[in-house]
């Protein structure tokens, strides 16, 4: 079944700490991978996104991730935090042949401390 | 450009009333989409139309919700009758064109709690 695994549920990191939120995903063929974020009272906004080409891939505001076939991974990085960055982040999966259905991982809440 | 609006922002209701959620997608979007999340657990998609037309409902939980998009502009959900685990957020998002490639843009999100 397809699925989307994120380890993380709530990470407290102090500003100018680095950052790295875990993702996994379970998917047959080829997969188009997403990481969105909720800041608090806001709506989902895309951060980044991997379609094809360069496995690192940067996204807005500093973050980046890394598309690692092997691994089935693809994981958030950050050099460092800030405490405007406190807020839930989604990592997300779907076919190419699937538009918009999404499958989502749990979240993880990333709390910044100034 | 105005983004994805939904209406309520928050709505509580008891067992057994009715609730209607809308969404207002960005305009000239022809795909829009819901997806829930009860507390705790993973956003799930629940159904995506194509202007007017239910592309995929396979994410629906059940007969009580029911899906609307007539004009193929604003889209309401239905939830009737209520009951409590149809709790959580209600999220709608828009998308330019059917293609894999295409980013979805969400709106703020309508919660619902059931009582």
């Known amino acids: 079944a397809q699925s989307v695994s994120q380890h993380n549920h709530h990470v407290i990191l102090s500003e100018a700490a680095s950052l790295e939120l875990g993702c996994n995903y379970s998917y047959g063929g080829t997969v188009n991978l997403f990481w969105y974020v909720q800041y608090p009272g806001q709506h989902l906004q895309l951060l980044l996104k991997?379609?094809?080409?360069?496995?690192l891939v940067k996204g807005i505001k500093g973050f980046e991730a890394e598309f690692i076939k092997s691994k089935f991974s693809f994981n958030l990085r950050k050099p460092s935090v800030q405490w405007s960055d406190t807020a839930e982040y989604f990592c997300a999966a779907h076919g190419s042949s699937n538009t918009g259905k999404l499958i989502f991982g749990q979240g993880t809440t990333l709390q910044v401390k100034p | 450009e105005a983004g994805v609006t939904q209406f309520p922002s928050h709505s509580v209701i008891e067992k057994g009333q009715t609730v209607t959620l809308r969404c207002d997608p960005i305009s000239g979007h022809d795909n829009l989409y819901w997806y829930r999340r009860v507390m705790g657990k993973e956003i799930k998609f629940l159904l995506h139309f194509v202007k007017e037309s239910k592309q995929d409902e396979s994410g629906m939980p059940n007969n009580r919700f029911l899906a609307e998009r007539t004009g193929g502009t604003y889209s309401t959900l239905k939830v009737q009758p209520a009951e409590l685990e149809d709790s959580g957020v209600y999220f709608c998002?828009?998308?330019?064109?059917?293609?894999?490639?295409?980013?979805?843009?969400f709106g703020e999100g309508s919660r619902l709690t059931v009582l």
């Open positions: 991997y379609f094809s080409g360069d496995p």
């Open positions: 998002a828009s998308s330019w064109w059917t293609g894999s490639t295409g980013e979805l843009f």
